[in-house]
């Protein structure tokens, strides 16, 4: 009988070692992600500072309202379809307006996207469009680009700790969704996706 009474009390103090551990990681896990998240954050340019935030509340506002399908549609009506001008995209690249950057290398840019659908929701974009408007306007010359942002994608997804899975979604054109004429992947995860997706 003594000896269930220590093994008891010795499974005791493991189960509460092992749930102090498990709480020390989560805590170190998301000061880590909060150190990134700081350190990507995007400097806002004074110069064209109100215009730009004005853009970018109008956006966010015109996606919540309405949702995107309906800034796919006005982008479609305003002639925004493959074009080749400035996009929010160019700006934020360029760091005229801010954004939440979590990673960013030579050939590309992932940052938080303003009207999140999932508890981590994410784009990357390639710094050059190089006629990149959509994905049906690739071509071969595309390839190595394609690529490497899938590659990045996985990657941030990862650091984002979306382990578990996540999705990647192109929109094309305006049947497809797309407000915005610069090719751009929604990686999106933290939740239980479903499927059909929309």
């Known amino acids: 009988l ?4 220590v093994v008891i009390e010795m499974l005791r103090g493991l189960r509460a070692c092992v749930r102090l551990r498990a709480l020390q990681c989560a805590v170190k896990a998301r000061q880590a ?5 700081s350190r ?14 004005k853009d970018v509340r109008t956006r966010a506002a015109s996606m919540s309202n309405g949702g995107e399908e309906s800034a796919a549609k006005k982008a ?10 400035p996009t929010i995209f160019d700006k934020i ?15 590309c840019l992932a940052f938080r996207d ?8 994410f784009l990357v974009i390639p710094k050059v469009r190089d006629g990149l408007t959509r994905l049906s306007r690739a071509h071969e010359g595309h390839k190595e680009i394609l690529g490497h942002l899938l590659y990045t994608a996985q990657k941030v997804a990862k650091d984002e700790g979306l382990g578990e899975g996540f999705r990647v979604a192109i929109n094309d054109g305006p049947g497809g969704c797309q407000s915005v004429y610069h090719l751009h992947l ?4 933290g939740r239980q996706l479903t499927w059909p997706p929309g």
């Open 2 to 5: 003594l000896l269930w009474r």
């Open 33 to 37: 992600k909060q150190a990134r998240d």
């Open 40 to 53: 990507y954050q995007t400097p806002i340019n004074s110069a064209s500072r109100h215009q730009n935030l």
């Open 76 to 85: 479609a009506a305003e002639g925004l379809v493959d074009s080749e001008g």
């Open 93 to 107: 690249i360029s760091k005229e307006i801010p954004a939440n950057v979590i990673y960013e290398d030579d050939k």
């Open 114 to 121: 303003i009207n999140p659908q999932a508890p981590v929701h």
């Open 186 to 189: 929604h990686v999106i995860g």
